[in-house]
Structures are given as structure tokens and as C-alpha cells.
């Protein structure tokens, strides 16, 4: 009788599990179980991805999609305050005033 409820190749370890879940629930998505190690790692490197964005799949689609839509459209008045793309300089913690006083 043969075992088929694996196949030949490694079953993913406790580690790749419970990191998986760790990134899964970073992101905000879901995942499903590996079979082998190798599957384990690609969904790994998939969800690392995600993870790197700062946004889960459907909210990057989102952003992009309402960046695209309203690049060009005039900001409301109530807006009028917002600091504009075209005065700073840089990101971060290394921004600055592109244009001084």
C-alpha cells in the first residue's frame, strides 16, 4: 500500500508556516496551506510583496485607481490649505520647503 496523502518532496516546516500566517495577517490576506517547501517559499515571496507596500492588494488597486482618476481634477476649496506636491522636496524625514519665504 502506498502513502498518497503527500507527495515525495518535504512538507514545509513550522517555521515557513508560521511566518506565512505572521504575513498574512500583515497584509491582510489570505493564503493557502503548501503542500511542500517549495510552495511554501513562493508564497513566502509573494506575501513579502504585499508586505513591502505598506498596503494590502485590494487598497494598492484602490489608490492606484483613485490616483489615475483624480490627477488632474482641481483640489476643493476646503483644500485650498493642503500642502501641495509642488512644495516639498524629498520624503520623509528628509523633506523640505521647496521654496522659502
Same mark, same amino acid.
Given at each position: 500500500m502506498t502513502n498518497t496523502t503527500w507527495p515525495t518532496a518535504k512538507r514545509p516546516t513550522a517555521k515557513q508556516l508560521t511566518y506565512l500566517r505572521t504575513l498574512a495577517k500583515? =497584509? +491582510?490576506t489570505t493564503f493557502a496551506t503548501p503542500i511542500n517547501r517549495a510552495d !511554501?517559499?513562493?508564497e513566502?515571496?509573494?506575501l513579502k510583496r504585499i508586505a513591502d =507596500? +505598506?498596503?494590502t492588494f485590494?487598497?494598492?488597486k484602490a489608490e492606484q485607481? !483613485?490616483?489615475r482618476d483624480h490627477d488632474d481634477a482641481p483640489l476643493p476649496a476646503e483644500l485650498a490649505t493642503a500642502v501641495q506636491?509642488?512644495?516639498?522636496?524629498g520624503w520623509g524625514s528628509t523633506a523640505t520647503w521647496s521654496q522659502r519665504a
Open positions: 500583515r =497584509t +491582510g !511554501a517559499s513562493a513566502i515571496r509573494r =507596500t +505598506g498596503f485590494a487598497e494598492l485607481a !483613485a490616483c506636491d509642488w512644495e516639498t522636496i
